[in-house]
Nanobody, 127 residues
Framework: QIELVESGGGSVQPGGSLNLSCVIS????????YSWFRQAPGKEREGVAG???????TYTSSVEGRFTISLDSAKTTVFLQMNSLKPEDTSVYYC?????????????????????WGEGTQVIVSS
């Protein structure tokens, strides 16, 4: 059974940093896409950052230069380093995985393309 478990969320002041982690267990994907999505109350889910087995990384424009997605060497944990956080980054952040490289078709941040999801971790940015 494939399981994704996020951690690292919390409350931080504007300008602060958080590092989210998503541990993927139950299956090893030789080809993969891993992405972070977020959803704020009353808003649609938004793709934030993605990475695939071809080495493609993608960021939504609002986090470009502030957030960095990465994988550990075992390819079982995906991280989202978030710096210079803003109040508008407040959301529940979700990790998603799919056993195909979606970057080659420009779909790394396309939520419906993902087969597996975590339960989410809350991020609050407020003074």
């Amino acid at each position: 059974q494939i399981e994704l478990v996020e951690s690292g969320g919390g409350s931080v002041q504007p300008g602060g940093s958080l590092n989210l982690s998503c541990v993927i267990s139950g299956y090893f994907f030789s080809k993969y896409s891993y992405s972070w999505f977020r959803q704020a109350p009353g808003k649609e889910r938004e793709g934030v950052a993605g990475i695939d087995s071809d080495g493609t990384t993608t960021y939504t424009s609002s986090v470009e230069g502030r957030f960095t997605i990465s994988l550990d060497s075992a390819k079982t944990t995906v991280f989202l380093q978030m710096n210079s956080l803003k109040p508008e980054d407040t959301s529940v952040y979700y990790c998603a995985a799919d056993p195909q490289p979606l970057g080659r078709v420009g779909e790394l941040l396309d939520g419906p393309k993902y087969s597996f999801w975590g339960e989410g971790t809350q991020v609050i940015v407020s003074s």
